[in-house]
């Protein structure tokens, strides 16, 4: 059983930043591949960056160049880091962990961006 609960979702003004940070309970969690997708109304859920255990990410085109994702293994806990962010970015954020044929969720956060 992995629990993911992410936290620093919020409204930001177009243009600024935001740091969403998704803390793990999983044992081995370094061995994981997180993820961080979103779901706006009416679309379906889409990723939005990820990184391996081996530290290697790939990126949404939508979202490379203004968002990084990282993580530390120590405190069990994946980060984005959102800049530039746009109107279009609004959606729910949802925190992934993936092992194998095993995939965990967490519950979202809100991100609202406003023009």
């Known amino acids: 059983q992995v629990q993911l609960v992410e936290s620093g979702g919020g409204l930001v003004q177009s243009g600024g930043s935001l740091r969403l940070s998704c803390a793990a309970s999983?044992?081995?969690?370094?061995?994981?591949?997180m993820g961080w997708y979103r779901q706006a109304p009416g679309k379906q859920r889409e990723l939005v960056a990820a990184?391996?255990?081996?530290?290697?990410?790939n990126y949404a085109d939508s979202v490379q160049g203004r968002f990084t994702i990282s993580r530390d293994n120590a405190r069990v806990t994946v980060f984005l880091q959102m800049n530039s962010l746009k109107p279009e970015d609004t959606a729910v954020y949802y925190c992934?962990?993936?092992?194998?044929?095993?995939?965990?969720w967490g519950q979202g956060t809100q991100v609202t961006v406003s023009s």
């Open positions: 999983a044992n081995f969690f370094r061995l994981y591949t």
């Open positions: 992934n962990a993936n092992l194998g044929m095993s995939n965990w």
């Open positions: 990184i391996t255990s081996g530290g290697d990410t």
